[in-house]
């Protein structure tokens, strides 16, 4: 017995000793091709004195219900009882999905102290891949720091997993619960005691710990995810262990600016420095993306390191394969040679490697176009060019890490130019009279933009006619009138068109030529006005274009493409003692104001009252509702180079209407109440009139149900105040009423009231089937309302079915339903289930009780409750 008892313990104990070890890790893979990986899994387990268990292989869930034990592929003894473990395997999947890949292992290490019972808690990591083809190939983030570190009770503890994406993914970081079995929340975890606050950096992924309070083990999980534009393409469930000590040691400090630009092809160097209040010597390092590929890697150098003080060195010359719309980051680590305890500090830096601007843009115009060329990108992953457009120069010039065009400079994208190679851009929208300035920039694959390029700008040559007026002189249905005038051409290329020259002059309702006739032709040069009559210039806008011809004889061809331009056209809104006045117009000229004139009886003209607010409206206030006042407005504008009539004047139509009362009424106050025996809701409001005294009338809305769609039931004049409603389906409903004023403004909802407090089944307590007529079934007490069924169970007092019936009449004549035979004088147990109609709908109402059957007629009178 003494040796079983042995044995039992050896067991025991080696059983601990085995499984009680994980201290962090985390599972990160690599994309081999379409639905392959290569899967790695990272564990940190504990050595040293008790800790004899060890993990030669580890069995893995790859998430679509299949599992491999993989082999060990490297040992890491580490120091401070720390060992690395890696284990590699590659899986490929049926299709596809998203997939959790799990591992999990007994068990986690003893005494951490925020994880219940640890020495027995399985240790759980996990990570998340979304299979899309459509997204493309992805890798998880690689992380370059350790998820093991040491910090000391009242100090700032910052730890960063230095985390890239090498496919350019953006990457977010929070705070999420420590895993056991099957990958679920360890039932009592809590996150480390601190004086202030623990938390993760979303963007930046700095675990801030301020400050640790106890000394001890703790375990702290962070979930990594990755993102491509605005979806979510995988995680990563990581876990790690810090260590507290108890120490007079304070960590060291980095000192550093956080965000750098560097042009593609450009020397980048940055030197930072480290500071130790405690005149420690100081360790630094640098991992991140730039220092891991091939090619033109980033090198780090400790330049410095002295009592107290280092200081750092990175340079960087990136490739233009490395321009990207993220920044890289390069995680910075300070740690001090403290003992016993080293304190670190570390510090995210970040660097947008940008494209180099495009170079020798030249500008060329003709009459009616613009010719843009520039040289190609010396990047050849550039796939394309974005061309940038506004009136007058800017200038713009790009400062460090302004990338692209600012919008705060007023230019416009106007188009995209595909490829690398073409490099020429030509602009048709675009008319006499402006100085049009251009930026371009190259587009490198994933829509990142390079540096703007010089700012380039021209006019177009004056060699085509440019409108300069469409003026309304006269506002009439039939009989108005259109001042239409034109620029003519000083920069004719007699060479190619020598002449004699004619004007075509064309009109269209609208603004834009919609449907454009020939008026009119001039075959004098110098002949550059029309008045154009018998329009309806009440109701229509009219748009014009001017067209220019070499007029010889077998040689008559079009000179150019001419621009249109339309009259202004005001409109007018009524409002509550105002009127908003508004106005079309399509011009390429620039208009800068907007000058607005009303009638005014007194004087017996038109007078200026005021500008447009912005160019788009102007609202006239304190005006008489009922009263009509007519308006024009005045455009003022030019064009932006010389040579033309400065300023531009054209005037619109004359409109007229009359300002109304646009203002609702307040809402009115809702009460109401229920009479059940009578099948009614009385249904009240009251109104006050200092809120309005116009009330023409009231409307009430009502809906059965809670959330349902309300139903205008009831239009009462403006001196009635109730209504007394008899629902057709349910007395529960919910009500609301608006005022309506003289001049149809319908107020706001009032208050909302629902009643809901009738309910009018119940069931008799005796009944006597003899047959006589009188009182011969089991029936529901008259009159009930609104129940759509029930369900009726009736019961001996043994518990057995006798009778049952979903009939809300029921009709019990006393037979046992099993055999067909009256049942005895007695009391007999019903449960009964009521669906009846509420306002969430159609609810069960529970009723349980007791019948009493007799065949003694004494009993034969009507049923009481």
Known sequence: MKKLYILIILILV???????????????????????????????????????????????????????????????????????????????????????????????????????????????????MYINPNLGTNNTPVLTRAPLDKAAVGQLFIHNPGAYDMDGDSISYKLTTCRADNGEPIQGYSLPAASDSIYVNEITGDLVWNTPMYAGVYNVAMLIEEWRGNVKIGEIIRDMQIEVFNSNNKAPEILTDDYFCVEAGEAFEHTFHATDINNDNIKLTATGEPFVWDGYVALFLQTRNEPGYAEGKIAWTPECKRVRSQPYSINIKAEDNSEPVKLVHMKNIFILVVGPAVKDVTIDATATNILLNWNQNRCSNVKGYNIYRRISPSGFVPDHCEIGVPEAYGYTKIAYVDGRINTSYEDFDVAQGHEYCYLICAVFPDDMESYASEEVCISLLRGIPTLTNVSVNETHENLGEIYVAWAKPTQLDIGEAPGPYQYVLYRSEGFFGENLQQIQIFNDLNDTTFIDRNLNTKNNAYSYKVELYNNAANNRFLIGTPHIASSVFLNLDQMENALKITFEKNVPWVNTEYNVFRYFESSDSYEYIGDANNDEYYIDNGLINGKEYCYYVRSVGSYTVDGFIDPIINLSQINCETAIDTTPPCPPQLSGYTNCDSVYNLIKWTYSTECHNDIELFNLYYTPFLNGNYQNIYTADADIFSFTHFPTIGMAGCYYVTAVDSFRNESGRSNIICLDNCSYYKLPNIFTPNGDGINDYFQPIKPYHFVTEVDMKIFNRWGQLLFETRDPEINWDGTNSRNGKVVSDGVYFYECDVYEQRLTGIEVRHLQGFVHVTNATQFDKPPVE
């Open 14 to 128: 080696s059983f601990c000793t085995y499984a009680t070890h994980n201290r962090a890790g985390e599972i990160t893979y690599r994309q081999v091709s379409g639905l392959t990986f290569e899967i790695t899994i990272v564990t940190y387990t504990a050595t040293g004195p008790g800790y004899t268990a060890d993990r030669p292989q580890l069995e893995i869930l790859w998430g679509d219900n299949t599992r491999s034990v993989l082999n060990r592929s490297e040992e890491v003894f580490l120091p401070d009882y720390y060992k690395r473990n890696k284990y590699i395997g590659q899986h490929t999947y049926p299709g596809p999905g998203i997939y959790t890949i799990v591992v999990e292992d007994p068990n986690r290490n003893y005494g951490v102290s925020n994880i219940p019972n640890s020495v027995n808690t399985i240790f759980s990591i996990s990570t998340t």
